[in-house]
């Protein structure tokens, strides 16, 4: 053979693959590096330990009953209007999302997105969009009764009770803690988040630099690259949060030094032979609402404005500049399940394109990654702005939870799912001319109670042969976590997974 024709089927068969990084065949057997630095509580829930008033974080939802009254707060129509006090059940215009601004003091959001305040002449509406000294309250406890509470405002009164219909923040009563005392309210707590926000405002600057650094220090370090290369993993997904960006000043709540960790990642992961996925798992103001992309209150605000890509755009090319010539790089995320509807298509192709174009700017040899929307969508919807990317890989997480559907369902009716939905869902989204398909979330982990070892190896070899078939590889959810099925460290370490 000529060198010319071998040359030719060369880079003939490169382009198959697409790309010559790696030989032909080369797939992603990698590990989500969860939890590291993008907060999610139920990864480490130790890190929030040291928070005062730690049920009272960023988002949380709370109900309030008047005891004397017997009734529920609400924020009349939802909001943009009158707090009354005359509902007997209550669920989402009678909670108020807490936005804390110390231990103490607090925003209180409703259901439209208004902020509970007080008027001229004392009386407690919802209206404002923005917070100021009038929509700041005191949230003050019964020492041995933290559900039983009164709210101060910042006028000095506490709020009351006057009639059902009237709220009103003119009350001076030192008064008791008694049934009928209209100042005294008991708490239902209804949903909270543990995010990077909750973590880093709820411990406020100061402590909060100081714990995340000793965080990021030494929950990931070299030896787990180590062990990773050792078990056969070849890459690793990092999650990380806008906020590296704008290390080592990034605006408040977050604090800086996750861009030295990342880096530290990179030098570990060159050292042991391992690729780096970096994954955009928070954007700016948050692409599904989940605490996982640092959202304050469980409200997904991203992609609403070109501004706001523009922004996210920006992160982008930030990590790809500073990576680019890394050999560690393997791909880049440019968002994690961003979740339809609150995601258009729309505004998730525009900045598809700007972020892929960013990537291109630095490398030309980085795979780009695009999470498919969670939600109601086409698992094909990204396909034909794919066909004019090269290099380029869907992303889609296959998780045996979350929905009804895995209600009931037996082990063996688990890894049959497996072998055929998951098996044809793969399929349908892997073909000759699409983009590469990674499952780049995956966990031997269900709802089945009391399974047996055995019954856990067969659920994860089943996962690991079927996502094998995807054209640029898997990732398990997460290197380590205190749920034992959710670490793949402890799955490995105890027999239930061997690569
Ligand atoms: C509560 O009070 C408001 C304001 O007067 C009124 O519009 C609403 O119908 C009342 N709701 C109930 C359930 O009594
Ligand atoms: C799984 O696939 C089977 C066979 O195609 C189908 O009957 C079933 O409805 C699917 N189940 C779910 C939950 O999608």
Not at 14 to 30: I, T, Y
Not at 148 to 156: F, M
Not at 430 to 457: C, H, I, M, R
Request: hydrophobic letters at 40%; charged letters at 20%.
């Amino acid at each position: 053979m000529s060198f010319a024709i071998r040359a030719f089927l060369l880079l003939f068969s490169a382009g198959l693959c697409h790309g010559a990084r790696d030989s032909p065949g080369f797939k992603v057997k990698a590990v989500n590096l969860g939890g590291w630095l993008v907060t999610e509580g139920w990864i480490l829930p130790s890190l929030f330990d040291g928070i005062p008033n730690k049920d009272f974080l960023d988002g949380t939802g709370l109900q309030f009953k008047s005891v004397m009254v017997g009734k529920y707060l609400c924020a009349e129509s939802g909001g943009g209007s009158i707090v009354v006090a005359n509902r007997s059940s209550a669920s989402g215009w009678e909670t108020f999302s807490l936005w804390r601004i110390n231990e103490v003091t607090f925003n209180f959001r409703v259901f439209n997105k208004q902020f509970v305040g007080y008027t001229s002449g004392n009386e407690v509406v919802a209206v404002s969009k923005t917070t100021g000294v009038q929509e700041t309250f005191e949230i003050v406890r019964k020492p041995d009764d933290p559900n039983r509470v009164k709210i101060k405002a910042s006028n000095g009164m506490f709020l009351q009770v006057k009639t059902e219909e009237l709220v009103t923040a003119d009350y001076s009563g030192e008064g008791g803690w008694g049934d009928d005392d209209p100042s005294v309210f008991v708490i239902t707590v209804t949903g909270q988040l543990h995010g990077e926000f909750q973590l880093t405002n709820g411990y406020g600057l100061k402590k909060a630099a100081q714990v995340m650094r000793e965080h990021w220090s030494t929950y990931i370090v070299e030896d787990d690259f180590k062990f990773m290369s050792q078990n056969g993993i070849n890459a690793v997904r990092i999650p990380v949060g806008w906020w590296i960006a704008k290390d080592p000043s990034p605006p408040e709540p977050f604090v800086g030094g996750s861009l030295s960790a990342l880096d530290n990642a990179f030098t570990w992961a060159e050292t042991h032979g391992i690729k780096v996925i970096i994954d955009l798992h928070a954007a700016p103001g948050s692409q599904n609402g989940f605490e996982h992309s640092s959202s304050r209150d469980g409200s997904q605000e991203w992609g609403k404005t070109d501004t706001n890509i523009q922004d996210t755009v920006a992160v982008i090319d930030f990590l790809s500049a500073r990576y680019a010539e890394r050999p560690g790089l393997y791909a880049m995320e440019l968002i994690n399940e961003p979740l339809a509807p609150g995601v258009t298509l729309d505004a998730l192709t525009k900045y598809y394109k700007s972020g892929y174009d960013a990537v291109r700017r630095h490398s030309s040899s980085a795979y780009v990654v695009l999470s498919n929307r969670l939600g109601p969508a086409d698992p094909k919807e990204l396909f034909p702005l794919t066909s004019g990317m090269s290099l380029s890989v869907v992303d889609v997480h296959y998780y045996n939870l979350y929905t009804s559907e895995f209600n009931g369902l037996t082990a063996q009716q688990n890894i049959d799912f497996v072998y055929r939905n998951r098996s044809s869902q793969l399929s349908y989204i892997t073909t000759a001319s699409g983009p590469l398909t990674f499952v780049g979330e995956w966990v031997a982990e269900w709802q089945v109670n009391g399974a047996s070892k055995d019954e856990y190896q067969r659920f994860g070899s089943a996962q690991m042969q079927v996502y094998g078939r995807a054209t640029f590889g898997w990732a398990y959810w997460t290197l380590k976590n205190v749920n034992n099925h959710w670490s793949l460290e402890w799955m490995i370490n105890n027999g239930y997974i061997k690569l």
